[in-house]
């Protein structure tokens, strides 16, 4: 997977993040738009940190530290979807773009790794 379109996908996933936060915070919900807020933003500045690693192990660990945030952000989406605070198909909508991300996470996560043998 093209490392841009990763940077690409996590940035527009952020602001759909951002937005869900604003809609929340309308609805009087802090709790999981707090915690969604920090993990779905950290994705893409992990992913962006990764660009400047020291060395090809710290660049596996900040993208595994990304991974991380889009597995805690799936949970909390889930969590909003279960308690009535995200409809289905918005649910459905910004899971598929998590998953979509975690599975580029988890392919430049191997190859980097491989590429370290």
Request: charged share 25%; with cysteine; net charge positive.
């Amino acid at each position: 997977m093209s490392e841009s379109k990763l940077k690409t996908q996590s940035m527009d996933f952020a602001i759909s993040i951002i937005n869900l936060v604003k809609r929340l915070k309308a609805m009087r919900e802090s709790i999981i738009s707090n915690q969604i807020g920090r993990s779905g933003t950290s994705i893409g500045a992990n992913i962006r940190e990764a660009q400047y690693a020291h060395g090809r192990a710290d660049f596996i660990a900040k993208l595994q530290i990304a991974l991380k945030e889009a597995n805690e952000t799936g949970y909390w989406l889930e969590l909003l979807f279960k308690t009535d605070y995200l409809s289905e198909a918005d649910y459905k909508a910004l899971d598929s773009v998590c998953t979509s991300i975690r599975v580029m996470l988890i392919s430049s996560i191997n190859t980097a790794k491989e590429n370290l043998k």
